[in-house]
T-cell receptor, first 118, second 112 residues
Framework: ETGVTQTPRHLVMGMTNKKSLKCEQH?????MYWYKQSAKKPLELMFV???????ENNSVPSRFSPECPNSSHLFLHLHTLQPEDSALYLC?????????????????FGPGTRLTVL | KQEVTQIPAALSVPEGENLVLNCSFT??????LQWFRQDPGKGLTSLLL?????REQTSGRLNASLDKSSGRSTLYIAASQPGDSATYLC???????????FGKGTKLTVNP
């Protein structure tokens, strides 16, 4: 158990559907992240939240909408996705946030949600 | 823009062999470098984290080195085992950012 859980583990959706991915961390961390892992591409950072505030948005299309209601939960709301959005979506958390002058900590990853857009 | 490259993309070795995975990065202004392991269809597990001021870190049969000035890191795995089979990812943390920049990974297969 990594301390970071993600649901669902697998999701198939049509382009007109609306769905949400959920991430929960049980580690008492301050920062949470969404990553996208596509086939044959490096892992890409999508969003960073620190103390429930979005601190980084890595030029992600608006059809992806993150939400962080508290420091333990992170959601990724999906609507009108494209087939090229099919990927493994990974959530991570870390102790550090942007208020820390010299962050040294590691990020802990969840198992991911395998998303297929038809 | 930081770019991380991992060579080779795939590696197959017999059990018991010592091996080296390579990682290079273009911008030396990093906080740290991290090696992760990813099993098929699963998330990432952190193996070793090297701060920018450090030269190497060791954990069991794993040893990671960092040469920040030349933009290189290596992950040495001693006496490889079939259970080591996985994809190994290298990532650097940029200075002043939460962002980790990843390489595409090296897929390792250790044959019994």
């Amino acid at each position: 158990e990594t301390g970071v859980t993600q649901t669902p583990r697998h999701l198939v959706m049509g382009m007109t559907n609306k769905k949400s991915l959920k991430c929960e961390q049980h580690l008492g961390h301050n920062a949470m992240y969404w990553y996208k892992q596509s086939a044959k591409k490096p892992l890409e950072l999508m969003f960073v939240y620190s103390l429930e505030e979005r601190v980084e948005n890595n030029s992600v299309p608006s059809r992806f909408s993150p939400e962080c209601p508290n420091s333990s939960h992170l959601f990724l709301h999906l609507h009108t996705l494209q087939p090229e959005d099919s990927a493994l979506y990974l959530c991570a958390s870390s102790q550090d946030g942007p208020l820390v002058a010299n962050p040294h900590g590691t990020q802990y990853f969840g198992p991911g949600t395998r998303l297929t857009v038809l | 823009k930081q770019e991380v490259t991992q060579i080779p993309a795939a590696l197959s070795v017999p059990e018991g062999e010592n091996l080296v995975l390579n990682c290079s990065f273009t911008d030396s202004a990093i906080y740290n470098l991290q090696w992760f392991r990813q099993d098929p269809g699963k998330g990432l597990t952190s193996l070793l984290l090297i701060q920018s001021s450090q030269r190497e870190q060791t954990s069991g049969r794993l040893n990671a080195s960092l040469d920040k000035s030349s933009g290189r890191s290596t992950l040495y795995i001693a006496a490889s085992q079939p259970g080591d089979s996985a994809t190994y990812l290298c990532a650097v943390r940029q200075g002043g950012s939460e962002k980790l920049v990843f390489g595409k990974g090296t897929k390792l297969t250790v044959n019994p």
